[in-house]
T-cell receptor, first 113, second 114 residues
């Protein structure tokens, strides 16, 4: 499945604690994305990266930060988790060539109590 | 920004019948329209896509049509099978400078009844 993994796959945490989710790719793709998936909302973009140390906000970025220190890793951090951040988080990767397809990771189910 | 609406939210069909899912988009700059299938507990996976310079594309039992003037596109699945049961997402995408800005619809849960 396109050489993209996420860790952890499941996490339960408490309100106010910091949480970091990791996305790792072996495809050397330039672009990486973080989405959240919630019932009735489809997939919504949180942040994306267009290169090492190059990131930008998506439509639902409040409460989240990201970092990309290496091509293969894209980290999503919830500085102080809230119950509204309970969701399934998907990482995706995409190349910069003519193919516009995004490949998704297996997802991380996060529960904030 | 872009807004993608998808209908219906749920769809039940008998095995062997056809299923049609419809989407509309708002941004005329969108130029790439992928469709994803997501089985329960799994990741979304691309099943077919269409670019804005094409009106129709077919791959075995699935086809997608695009009407740029009306800003709508549809997924057609013929001869449905139980393994087609899943949630299907449409999306509209533009690429301002390389990165893909993708806006997803809210999904259609398809149930194929044996």
């Amino acid at each position: 499945d396109a050489g993209i993994t996420q860790s952890p796959r499941h996490k339960v945490t408490e309100t106010g604690t910091p949480v970091t989710l990791r996305c790792h790719q072996t495809e050397n793709h330039r672009y990486m994305y973080w989405y959240r998936q919630d019932p009735g909302h489809g997939l919504r973009l949180i942040h994306y990266s267009y290169g090492v140390k190059d990131t930008d906000k998506g439509e639902v970025s409040d409460g989240y930060s990201v970092s990309r220190s290496k091509t293969e890793d894209f980290l999503l951090t919830l500085e102080s988790a809230t119950s509204s951040q309970t969701s399934v988080y998907f990482c995706a990767i995409g190349s910069s060539g003519g193919n516009n397809e995004q490949f998704f990771g297996p997802g991380t189910r996060l529960t904030v109590l | 920004g872009e807004n993608v609406e998808q209908h219906p939210s749920t769809l039940s069909v008998q095995e062997g019948d056809s299923a049609v899912i419809k989407c509309t988009y708002s941004d005329s700059a969108s130029n790439y329209f992928p469709w994803y299938k997501q089985e329960l507990g799994k990741r979304p996976q691309l099943i077919i896509d269409i670019r804005s310079n094409v009106g129709e594309k077919k791959d075995q039992r699935i086809a997608v049509t695009l009407n740029k003037t009306a800003k709508h596109f549809s997924l057609h699945i013929t001869e449905t099978q139980p393994e087609d049961s899943a949630v299907y997402f449409c999306a509209a995408s533009i690429n301002p400078g390389g990165y893909q800005k993708v806006t997803f619809g809210t999904g259609t849960k398809l149930q194929v009844i044996p």
